[in-house]
Antibody, heavy 119, light 107 residues
Framework: QITLKESGPTLVKPTQTLTLTCTFS??????????VGWIRQPPGKALEWLAL???????RYSPSLKSRLTITKDTSKNQVVLTMTNMDPVDTATYYC???????????WGQGTLVTVSS | DIQMTQSPSSVSASVGDRVTITCRAS??????LAWYQQKPGKAPKLLIY???SLQSGVPSRFSGSGSGTDFTLTISSLQPEDFATYYC?????????FGQGTKLEIK
């Protein structure tokens, strides 16, 4: 059974760096083909893909946010970490991590964590 | 970036109705398309992948079709639990992109 769960601060100040951790079980990020992605959703708005990391440490980022994002993995801890620098109120959103399926979809999702950016 | 445009943005329907939601890609994406259902306060749930493959555990009243640039999600007979927001997502190339969503409401 695959599960994922996001953790991190619920409130950050403008200009601060956000660090979110995705802790997962039921699969290994050292297995060929496996990936974990991050997706966010501002309140009342659509989903936005942010980043993806593969089992071989290949990383992909949203071009519009690439300069602010870093995604890393700790295979031994079954964790993926997303950092986003220079946070702004427009970054207020629910942040999800998700398992990337073989058909490049996101077949398992965490429950999401709401991050509010405010002074 | 590949833009995904869903229509309609919202639709009202009754239990038992047949509903179709359309997703159009700004360029060809072969069959690299997924459909998700999202209920308020919950994470999205994968319904359809590879344009027409039903995810395990998803009721057979959901179906997907299309390839290239035009795709549809059809719910053959709406059930009360189907009222939610639906998103398409392309995975042909990075950055992955989602449609703006279609809210399915009770008439």
């Amino acid at each position: 059974q695959i599960t994922l769960k996001e953790s991190g601060p619920t409130l950050v100040k403008p200009t601060q760096t956000l660090t979110l951790t995705c802790t997962f079980s039921g699969f290994s990020l050292s297995t060929s083909g496996v990936g974990v992605g991050w997706i966010r959703q501002p309140p009342g708005k659509a989903l936005e893909w942010l980043a993806l990391i593969y089992w071989d440490d290949d990383k992909r980022y949203s071009p519009s946010l690439k300069s602010r994002l870093t995604i890393t993995k700790d295979t031994s801890k079954n964790q993926v970490v997303l950092t986003m620098t220079n946070m702004d109120p427009v970054d207020t959103a629910t942040y999800y991590c998700a398992h990337r399926g073989a058909a490049r979809n996101f077949d398992y999702w965490g429950q999401g964590t709401l991050v509010t950016v405010s002074s | 970036d590949i833009q995904m445009t869903q229509s309609p943005s919202s639709v009202s329907a009754s239990v038992g109705d047949r509903v179709t939601i359309t997703c159009r890609a700004s360029q060809g994406i072969s069959s690299w398309l997924a459909w998700y259902q999202q209920k308020p306060g919950k994470a999205p749930k994968l319904l359809i992948y590879a344009a027409s493959s039903l995810q395990s555990g998803v009721p057979s009243r959901f179906s997907g079709s299309g390839s290239g640039t035009d795709f549809t999600l059809t719910i053959s007979s709406l059930q009360p639990e189907d009222f939610a927001t639906y998103y398409c997502q392309q995975a042909s190339s990075f950055p992955y992109t989602f449609g703006q969503g279609t809210k399915l409401e009770i008439k």
